[in-house]
């Protein structure tokens, strides 16, 4: 599939409508007739009316802990007789790339070996299928297809290489040939005098065949090539969070003061292929409006033939360039060129901008918190705190002199400025936190803007295993702040990133914790919202009162709150227990029947050096509480749901049994171990506190401080 394919693609060029969402019925009806046309298609626009169905039960019915085995007996039946209609299969290939793409086709609750099984069953399926039945299939993209042969345990693939011929052999025919190796680059950055890049080889070939390495040649010289280390890429979690593909990611540092010309070959089994480029949104290059060339000061970046170029040049050569760009445009989008020619004579004052974030509906996170603090310093840079919130709801945070360097986001400020930053400071990573342009408007006035480097404060310990969302070719972060010596294990080990793009310098509003403050006689119970509890309805959280009450979630948690012998132990030793749902969970509150005084709903701020024991589940939040040494309680009610992957992801990095924290999965045992914390003082163990104090790099109230001198240095 070419680029414009799987633009098209992505673009919805079909829809699929898995099966699941049907009744055991209806589907034997729907597949019945299908197998009596023998014909299937594809679709460009669908509309469905489903009626007197919550948009959270619709979420919940997909999910393999309620529908595997059905699924799985479904399918059985359908290819019971030998080989199914060629209509079915590819019914069960759509359906089963549709369940992989939504993360609803494991049920990964089950234990190791019976999940082994489970694949395998399902894969049995795929042997029944022509190869050319799969490798045929419209609107679906040649990794996933590959994906699949490679699953099937019939037939044999391998990999030949010839000079300029690279190809996947499907019992001894080709079905896939190459003579060039794909790189997908996502990031090109240039400092003083260095070109930082973050880039990916991608090729199917790649499942079927050893690693590859890659090599550069440098200035011309083709005699004495460089190898470039390869890792591999969060991108083998191709468009869904199952490992599809290999593919291999290399982070490279180029000094351009010595090294003016270079270009890359990707070696396969001892054969020397060429490379051939696609540039992501964020990448001054640009496939789309074929801009291949960026000015900064009296030198010239260029990309030509496959080739990195660096070259002297001047204003009038830029100028003339920039507004030969700018003549596309003229009569179709004025507005974009009224604003690339403000940045460029914007540029000329060469003015040190930087900008700060949290994220809408956020208020007092770690960007306001870095922008206070730096605010105030003398060193000729000019700071805004970018307001993602109302102006009304949080004027009282800023002084009269800060106010003044608050601008709305989106605004024409805004992107004026957001083109003219040396630093882009955010407590959130995703793009429509901080860019305010849409990727088809930035590519527009990039190659005239000044290349930011963006700092990720984070918002909390990273502590969740999802390399697909959070790795360093997945995002256009430079440098990331970590409190936790894990973070920087997994960082490194998984995520792709550098040791010199990790500043550890802790969290901001680590600051503002004071580890030596006695704590009350109080608990805090703040488990993290379940994204099978709610749904999503125009872009606004929708959530049905009966089936929450009917989870394991709640029966749970309600029994917990209201359990006889938890509230006789804390009227006891004379504790206070206070509930905190999760902002998006809130509107539930007024379910849990809280009679006893000793167990109440929790004020929306809360100071948590207050609270002597801490109970959560996978929130990040429990690292404020390590941070402090609290007493921790895991309390999973509904363990097997987050196990099968219900919620945002499915494991974590720190283990929650023998970890930092006890560990409970139903009410009584929750109760049993909070009453042992209360009858020892609401203290953790010695083991515990110890791990606690081993997982921050620091303990003290300088994060901030160490954070801004990172900045003004350029380290």
């Given at each position: 599939m070419d680029r414009k394919q799987e633009k098209?693609?992505?673009?919805?060029?079909?829809?699929?409508m898995s099966l699941s969402l049907l009744s055991a019925q209806d589907r034997q009806e729907f597949l019945e007739w299908v197998e009596k046309k023998n014909s299937s298609g594809?679709?460009?626009?669908?509309?469905?009316?489903?009626?007197?169905?919550?948009?959270?039960?619709l979420r919940t019915e997909m999910y393999p802990y309620y529908f595997f085995e059905g699924n799985l007996s479904f399918w059985q039946m359908m290819f019971r007789s030998g080989k199914a209609p060629l209509s079915v299969q590819k019914v069960f290939l759509y359906d089963y790339l549709w369940k992989l793409e939504n993360s609803v086709l494991w049920p990964y609750h089950y234990a190791s070996d019976r999940l082994?099984?489970?694949?395998?069953?399902m894969h049995a399926f795929l042997n029944e299928i022509e190869d050319a039945t799969i490798l045929e299939l419209p609107g679906v993209e040649s990794f996933h297809r590959f994906y699949l042969i490679q699953q099937k345990t019939t037939g044999q693939t391998q990999v030949e290489a010839m000079p300029g011929n690279l190809q996947i052999l499907r019992n001894g025919s080709p079905v896939y040939q190459a003579q060039k190796i794909e790189v997908v680059l996502t990031?090109?950055?240039?400092?003083?005098?260095?070109?930082?890049?973050?880039?990916?080889?991608?090729?199917?070939?790649?499942?079927f065949c050893e690693a590859p390495t890659l090599w550069m040649e440098q200035n011309g010289d083709s005699d004495h090539l460089v190898q470039i280390p390869l890792m591999d890429s969060s991108w083998n979690y191709y468009h869904c969070k199952e490992q599809t593909n290999h593919f291999y990611t290399f982070v490279l540092t180029v000094d351009s003061k010595k090294i003016k010309q270079f270009h890359f070959y990707v070696k396969c089994r001892e054969i020397l292929f060429d490379t051939y480029f696609y540039f992501m949104p964020e990448v001054v290059f640009n496939n789309q409006i074929k801009c291949y060339r960026y000015y900064q000061g009296k030198r010239v970046f260029r990309f030509d033939h496959n080739t990195f170029l660096v070259e002297k040049a001047n204003a009038k050569q830029a100028v003339n360039y920039q507004t030969g760009i700018e003549k596309q445009w003229e009569s179709d989008h004025p507005e974009i060129i009224a604003l690339r020619q403000q940045i460029r004579q914007e540029r000329k004052?060469?003015?040190?901008?930087?900008?700060?974030y949290d994220c809408k509906g956020v208020y007092k996170d770690n960007g306001y918190l870095q922008f206070v603090h730096d605010f105030g310093q003398e060193d000729g840079v000019e700071k805004y705190y970018v307001l993602n919130n109302e102006w009304n709801t949080c004027q009282?945070?800023?002084t009269e002199e800060q106010s003044s360097y608050v601008i709305p986001f989106g605004s024409d400020q805004h992107k004026v400025l957001y083109c003219l930053a040396e630093q882009i400071i955010t407590a959130y990573i995703e793009k429509n936190n901080y860019q305010p342009f849409t990727d088809q408007e930035y590519s527009q006035v990039m190659d005239v803007s000044v290349m930011s480097s963006i700092t990720y404060l984070q918002h909390g310990v990273y502590h969740a295993v999802i390399p697909w969302k959070y790795s360093l070719d997945r995002l256009q972060v430079d440098r990331k702040v970590i409190s936790a010596r894990m973070e920087h294990k997994q960082d490194v080990d998984t995520h792709c990133f550098t040791e010199e793009q990790e500043l550890m310098a802790g969290m901001p509003r680590y600051d503002f914790m004071d580890t030596r403050k006695k704590p009350g006689r109080k608990i805090l119970y703040a488990p993290s919202w379940r994204k099978y509890l709610v749904g999503r309805k125009d872009q606004e959280w929708v959530t049905r009162e009966d089936f929450f009450l009917a989870s394991k979630f709640y029966q749970e948690t309600s029994k917990f709150l209201q359990d006889p012998a938890l509230l006789a132990c804390l009227r006891e030793h004379g504790y206070t227990l206070e509930f905190k749902l999760h902002p998006i969970l809130m509107r539930y509150a007024g379910l849990y029947q809280l009679e006893d005084q000793v167990v109440r709903i929790a004020d929306p701020e809360v100071r948590e050096e207050e609270y002597a024991i801490f109970i959560t589940d996978f929130s990040s939040y429990v690292f404020d509480f390590a941070y402090l040494g609290r007493a921790i309680l895991y309390f999973f009610p509904d363990a097997e749901e987050i196990r099968s992957g219900m919620s945002d992801y499915r494991e974590c990095v720190?283990?929650?049994?023998?970890?930092?924290?006890?560990?409970?999965?139903?009410?009584?045992?929750?109760?049993?171990?909070?009453?042992?914390?209360?009858?020892?003082g609401g203290k953790p163990g010695w083991m515990r506190r110890r791990r606690m104090k081993k997982l921050f790099y620091h303990r003290d109230d300088h994060a901030r401080e160490r954070i801004y001198q990172s900045l003004i240095n350029g380290i």
């Open positions: 098209e693609q992505g673009n919805a060029s079909h829809v699929v594809q679709v460009c626009h669908v509309h469905v009316v489903r009626e007197e169905t919550d948009a959270a039960e082994q099984a489970a694949k395998e069953q990031k090109f950055k240039i400092t003083k005098q260095r070109i930082r890049l973050v880039a990916y080889l991608k090729s199917p070939i790649f499942n004052n060469k003015r040190r901008i930087w900008l700060y009282e945070l800023f720190l283990p929650f049994q023998g970890g930092i924290g006890e560990y409970a999965d139903q009410a009584q045992d929750a109760v049993h171990c909070i009453c042992q914390m209360v009858r020892r």
